[in-house]
């Protein structure tokens, strides 16, 4: 059985998410806010780095896009 190394999960920066998803700082927010009109369950967690800190884990946002692209079709 093969396990994912943690070295190997890449963490990324609200900057980088932007970019990636074409999504603002705020549209980000909304998504994960449970009290938002806009929340989408099916968008990444940000995961707690420091007081103040936030990141994603770069498979999940990856994952996110793709099945967007997926239900295109």
């Given at each position: 059985?093969?396990?994912?190394?943690?070295?190997?999960?890449?963490?990324?920066?609200?900057?980088?998410?932007?970019?990636?998803?074409?999504?603002?700082?705020?549209?980000?927010?909304?998504?994960?806010?449970?009290?938002?009109?806009?929340?989408?369950?099916s968008?990444?967690?940000?995961?707690?780095l420091?007081?103040?800190?936030?990141?994603?884990?770069?498979s999940?946002?990856?994952?996110?896009?793709?099945?967007?692209?997926?239900?295109?079709?």
């Open positions: 059985m093969q396990t994912k190394s943690i070295f190997t999960t890449k963490i990324l920066r609200r900057p980088v998410v932007e970019d990636l998803t074409g999504l603002s700082k705020s549209a980000i927010y909304e998504k994960i806010n449970k009290k938002s009109p806009r929340y989408d369950p968008f990444p967690i940000p995961i707690k420091g007081a103040g800190a936030v990141g994603w884990c770069a999940e946002v990856s994952q996110w896009i793709e099945k967007k692209k997926e239900a295109r079709s």
